[in-house]
């Protein structure tokens, strides 16, 4: 199903918005990857895998107010507030576990693994849109050395 004009101007409205909230690169997406979310058709699910290597201790701002904690502590915090918004936009997780090593192809080196579906693309916009979300978004970011997030049309 192809999107109308209209609603591709919708659809550009809410990624500039995200934009505007959560900045681009550097542990979120960038405009080019919110632009291929939108080529996936909009009514198909949507699967994401994500990778996550976290920190001996959390980056907060100093401006921040959070207590220091752990990267994996500040990632419990993210996902106590995340796994709820995820289920509130319709998605589910498929998926939660430390991350055991690689079986083919190059060696790498993760913390935890996440695989995660949506029933659409719309979904995923949701949840990125979720006030509580994008508060607690602070917590990932503070919690991640690095992170690998793909997506799959499924």
């Not at 995820?86 to 939660?96: A, H, I, Q, T, Y």
């Not at 995660?116 to 050395?145: K, M, S």
Request: proline share 6%; glycine share 8%.
């Amino acid at each position: 199903m192809s999107t109308s004009p209209e609603r591709q101007g919708t659809l550009d409205l809410r990624i500039e918005n995200l934009i505007a909230a959560y900045g681009e690169g550097g542990g979120v997406p960038a405009r080019a990857q919110w632009q291929a979310l939108l080529k996936v058709p909009e009514d198909a699910p949507v699967t994401v895998l994500n990778f996550f290597k976290f920190r001996a201790e959390a980056q907060y701002d100093p401006k921040s107010g959070e207590t220091p904690c752990s990267g994996q502590e500040a990632f419990s915090r993210y996902a106590a507030v995340s796994a709820p918004a995820l289920e509130k936009v319709g998605g589910r997780f498929l998926l939660l576990a430390p991350f055991g090593g690689s079986f083919i192809g190059d060696q790498e080196d993760w913390d935890f693994v996440v695989a995660g579906t949506y029933p659409n693309r719309n979904a995923v916009l949701a949840l990125f849109e979720d006030q509580d979300y994008r508060h607690c978004y602070i917590h990932r970011l503070a919690a991640c050395e690095r992170q690998r997030v793909l997506f799959c049309p499924a």
